[in-house]
């Protein structure tokens, strides 16, 4: 009898989960790297975010990482497959914050969000629609989350409270308690994704920058730029001819300010929005020899375009029955998954661009803008969704284009509007036409957390004061640029700061040994070279609490509004950027941990604590911590070249010790990859008589190398004393 009712228990089980029309989906976790576990929820759908970004892990960066275990309770995670739909569910504990789903612009602490992870401009606030709405977070506690779809999706990221959570909210009574708040303590973040299968991710730690690292390896490691790539670049105005532009490169010859690629906006075509992608012959006759020129002056190519490809264009006829139900500005929109689509347009490209000596792209457009975009009830002729394509597009053109200039051996380093999960080796960095130059810096903190790079780009100020700060900041950012599309403004359009900006521009090229190490770092380590304060261990000055007051109009539910840090960073291992913005006087840093140092005078800064500064509008605020070695070299127009030599500057900071790993190779092609590079340690010691004493570990003969022998050492802060 016992053994009949054991048997027909579950049966009536499942039943009875049928018949309610959900079923709770039984969690199997398979370890696929060291430290991170993936499991398959139904049937995966045959294009993802990683599927479109083809990314293949690079396993070796994941060696130096500590040994882990799964980093959540297992049985505290629940999916849930109902309505078509997947409901997801990890738990939470009390103290953890959550950091990333992707480029947001305002906060970095998302507990407490509901996201609708969906690509789109960024309208302004932190509602999931966003150039590259990754569907990856972070924990405070050391471990991270990836869901693999190619949806949109929403997210309660510590907002539900669920009947029978194990950690109920306490029960206030608003009429007397003071403490009752509208937004009760919720224990998990849950998802909901409109699919009919997924694969996730549990990313272990023990810190939350292990997590980073482990998901930027597990998507190639991040992307190394050519040398050339980490020098300024200006864009210049959309109509500007061929000959204008070589002018406008002497100019920056005449003031002698750097320029290492030059950015040519949409009238390089006969046509744009939808785009030709041939050369328009008035303003450019002869792009061989236009571009032949820029190369002699040391300087490289990137072209903006569009994908939406115009009636007009040698490439319509072909590409019209290989693209979606839909136009963009009467272009039709190529189904890149097709291999056919891919192959007419590279050709072309290869013949018109890139044989012809152009280094990169700038690919706008894509994010969104529902009004302009492909509607969701396209149709594409792989089978895929309008949605669906809305979501990977980005990675499309990043993954085909990046591999284009791969497959020349030569690195290319551009822009992109759109991006998602898996691009963190994309040799491309996300900009947009939204201008809060606070909301820019918070962006460029989001990105460490996201496996994507941002520019705070320049167009234009109303003040020499917002110039010179935005400069400023533009310079401590992956890609050091002016886009002067519309407004054809000049590094020195403003007299009053032109020295200010041209020190900044300058400081930013002295700095390209320390910055390309940091972008190695991120390249075999998958260290983000830009991270948020909350990526270092030690930093932690808890929350700040702004109460939320009772206003019957303004806060009807008196919200508690939570301050996070997201106006400083870190670049690099050592040198923290603390931004000013106009109107600024002054302001409060957070120091981390340790003690920390000014970069420009070595002097005592502050210990773990927060100071308040008064910096001029000359210096972008920068503190090193104690014991750190900056490599420099002294300021050069353009990037060092593959032939170029130059003396190390090493500055060392504070009283401490140090170490740093030096990185260098050819700086332009893939050789890197089959071992043509160099990794030398620098090192400071303490010597027997008590001085600090600097030297050099030698690059192996025949390694690439772009420095003399003669390193010259400076101790910035006991020099001083
Ligand atoms: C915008 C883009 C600008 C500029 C402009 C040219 O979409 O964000 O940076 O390229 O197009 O039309």
Redesign the pocket.
């Known amino acids: 009898m016992n053994k009949i009712f054991s048997k027909i228990i579950p049966f009536l089980l499942i039943l009875f989960i049928s018949a309610a029309g959900y079923a709770q989906v039984k969690v199997v976790w398979k370890q696929v790297q060291p430290g991170i576990w993936k499991s398959v929820v139904g049937e995966p759908e045959p294009i993802s975010l990683l599927k479109a970004a083809q990314a293949k892990a690079y396993e070796a960066g994941f060696a130096s990482l500590p040994a882990t275990s799964f980093p959540l309770d297992k049985n505290e995670i629940t999916v849930t497959q109902r309505d078509g739909k997947i409901y997801l569910r990890f738990p939470l504990q009390q103290e953890e914050k959550i950091f990333g789903f992707g480029l947001n612009f305002k906060t970095v602490n998302q507990r407490g969000r509901i996201l609708n992870l969906h690509v789109d401009h960024y309208g302004g606030a932190d509602n999931g629609r966003t150039h590259a709405p990754v569907p990856f977070y972070v924990s405070s506690g050391g471990y991270g989350v990836l869901i693999d779809v190619a949806r949109y999706m929403t997210v309660y990221a510590g907002t539900a409270v669920s009947v029978n959570t194990k950690h109920p909210p306490r029960l206030y009574d608003r009429n007397n308690d003071k403490d009752w708040s509208a937004q009760p303590y919720s224990d998990a973040v849950e998802i909901l994704i409109p699919a009919q299968g997924l694969e996730m991710y549990v990313i272990a730690g023990p810190t939350p920058m292990h997590v980073v690292q482990r998901y930027n390896l597990m998507n190639g490691g991040g992307c190394l730029p050519p040398k050339w790539g980490l020098g300024f670049t200006e864009?210049v105005p959309?109509l500007f001819s061929q000959a204008e532009i070589i002018r406008e490169a002497k100019m920056f010859e005449e003031h002698d300010f750097p320029l290492d690629f030059i950015?040519v906006?949409?009238g390089w075509q006969s046509m744009?929005?939808p785009c030709t992608f041939e050369w328009d012959k008035e303003r450019f006759p002869d792009p061989q020899d236009f571009l032949k020129k820029l190369s002699a002056m040391g300087i490289r190519s990137n072209l903006?375009l569009?994908p939406y490809v115009s009636p007009r264009a040698s490439l319509y006829p072909g590409m019209k029955k290989l693209s979606g139900s839909h136009t963009v500005w009467n272009g039709i929109v190529p189904d890149f998954t097709l291999a056919q689509a891919r192959k007419l347009i590279k050709d072309h490209f290869f013949r018109h661009h890139l044989e012809l000596g152009v280094s990169g792209y700038?690919i706008?457009?894509i994010d969104g803008y529902d009004k302009w975009l492909w509607p969701d009830v396209a149709t594409f002729p792989s089978g895929y969704t309008g949605e669906q394509m809305r979501q990977v597009y980005g990675l499309l053109l990043q993954q085909m284009t990046a591999a284009w200039f791969k497959e020349r051996n030569q690195r290319t380093y551009g822009?992109i509007?759109a991006s998602n999960a898996g691009a963190s080796a994309f040799p491309y960095v996300i900009?947009?036409?939204y201008y809060s130059h606070r909301d820019f810096i918070t962006a460029l903190i989001n990105s460490s957390f996201s496996g994507v790079l941002w520019t705070p780009?320049v167009?234009a100020s109303e003040t020499a004061e917002e110039w010179v700060r935005r400069m400023q900041t533009v310079c401590f950012s992956p890609m050091a640029m002016l886009?002067a599309?519309?407004d054809g403004t000049k590094p020195w359009s403003f007299p009053e700061v032109e020295k200010a900006v041209k020190d900044v521009a300058d400081l930013r090229m002295q700095l390209l040994p320390y910055i390309y190490s940091t972008f190695a770092q991120y390249r075999f380590e998958g260290k983000p070279p830009f991270r948020a304060m909350n990526l270092l261990t030690g930093f932690d000055f808890g929350e700040t609490n702004v109460e939320g007051k009772l206003d019957g109009t303004k806060n009807p539910y008196a919200m508690s509004i939570k301050k996070d840090i997201n106006d400083q960073y870190m670049m690099g291992d050592n040198i923290l950027v603390a931004p000013m913005f106009t109107g600024e006087k002054s302001r409060k840093v957070h120091l981390p941990e340790g003690k920390w140092y000014d970069f420009y005078t070595g002097a005592f800064a502050g210990e773990h604590e927060i100071i308040n500064i008064t910096p001029g509008l000359d210096k972008i605020p920068l503190f090193v911590m104690d014991g750190s070695i900056i490599p420099m070299i002294a300021a050069r127009r353009q990037a060092p070249t593959p032939e170029s030599k130059d003396q190390l500057i090493v500055r060392h900071y504070g009283k401490a010790p140090g170490r740093f790993t030096l990185y260098d190779d050819d700086g332009v092609s893939f050789d890197y990859e089959k071992g043509a590079c160099t990794f030398i340690t620098l090192s400071v010691i303490r010597n027997s008589s008590g001085d600090l004493v600097g030297s050099m570990t030698r690059p192996a003969p025949g390694k690439p190398f772009a420095y003399t022998n003669d390193v010259k050492w400076v101790f910035m802060t006991e020099n001083k004393k």
Request: charged share 40%; glycine share 4%; aromatic share 18%.
């Open positions: 864009r959309t950015g906006e949409p744009s929005y903006w569009n700038k706008d457009e822009l509007r900009y947009n036409d780009e167009r886009n599309w519309a």
